[in-house]
């Protein structure tokens, strides 16, 4: 993790205020939808995905989204080095939900 990353934190919250300005610290969240035409999932979103503004990205499974036969027993989250390397490994469609800044 970069070392300035507790610092950028505190700024952050230290801000009060919405804004709309994409340039602004913050995070973008993202979704992974099962694949149109995959019978293969029972839940039509796979992962809630959170892209840091060091470009880190962090996938939380819905392992609910597998058949039983094929969940995992616990909750899984992934930890990639950009969103690029995501999207290089995701079984269907990102779709960007919303950018949440610190202030």
Not at 39 to 56: K, N, R, S
Request: glycine residues 6%; negative net charge.
């Amino acid at each position: 993790m970069p070392s300035d990353l507790p610092s950028n934190i505190k700024r952050a919250l230290a801000t009060e205020g919405p804004t709309e300005d994409p340039t602004e610290f913050g995070v973008d969240l993202y979704r992974i939808l099962a694949p149109p035409d995959d019978d293969d999932f029972v839940h039509p979103i796979l992962a809630i995905v959170c892209e840091l503004e060091c470009g880190m990205t962090v996938a939380d499974w819905n392992i609910d989204a597998w058949p039983d036969d094929k969940q995992l027993m616990h909750p899984h989250q992934s930890i990639y080095g950009s969103l690029g390397d995501l999207e290089q490994v995701a079984e269907g469609p990102i779709e960007h939900l919303t950018r949440v800044t610190g202030r």
